[in-house]
């Protein structure tokens, strides 16, 4: 008997739990999430990318293209996961400028890490997507070709 009201207890408590706040509480995590990605993200751009691409993403001459204002992020969430892990080689135009030189990989950076990273690069600089999840990387990752 007193199991019973012991497991009833319970139900009710994660009832008034869950129904709690609804979908304003998980919109508001997510903005902490977004919080934490975004500072996480800059560590590791400022880390990994800036020597290269700079610290405001402006890139460097003919050697190395443009995150910023980068027409080849426009839609190409996929693409740029792929490309933080595995680098890119070949010529490629961005802008309308074609850069050839290579980019290495980052075979040590954890799907996480990348989320924060891509993250950061598709809020900063004008540009506001959102969260791009660790869940989504994940996906993305199994789909990348090694060498892209
Ligand atoms: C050693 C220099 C170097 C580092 C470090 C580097 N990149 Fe690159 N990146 C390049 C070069 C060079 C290219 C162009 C490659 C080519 O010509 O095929 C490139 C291309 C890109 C592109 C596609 C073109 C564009 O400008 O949109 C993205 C996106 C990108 N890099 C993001 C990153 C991110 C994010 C990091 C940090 C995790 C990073 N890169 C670190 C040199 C670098």
Request: proline fraction near 5%; include cysteine.
């Amino acid at each position: 008997m007193s199991r019973i009201k012991l497991g009833f207890g319970i139900l009710i408590l994660l009832a008034a739990c869950t129904g709690q706040g609804g979908g304003g509480q998980s919109e508001g995590g997510q903005k902490v999430k977004l919080e934490q990605y975004l500072v996480e993200g800059q560590q590791l751009y400022l880390q990994y990318c800036s020597a290269c691409h700079q610290r405001e993403g402006q890139g460097l001459a003919q050697l190395y293209p443009p995150l910023s204002n980068a027409d080849y992020l426009d839609d190409n969430v996929e693409g740029v996961v792929c490309i933080v892990k595995n680098g890119l080689q070949g010529p490629i135009v961005v802008n309308g400028v074609e850069y050839n030189q290579a980019m290495p990989a980052n075979p040590t950076l954890t799907p996480l890490e990348i989320a924060e990273i891509v993250t950061y690069v598709y809020n900063s600089w004008g540009r506001e997507r959102g969260l791009v999840p660790v869940t989504e990387v994940e996906k993305i990752l199994k789909t990348c070709n090694a060498g892209d």
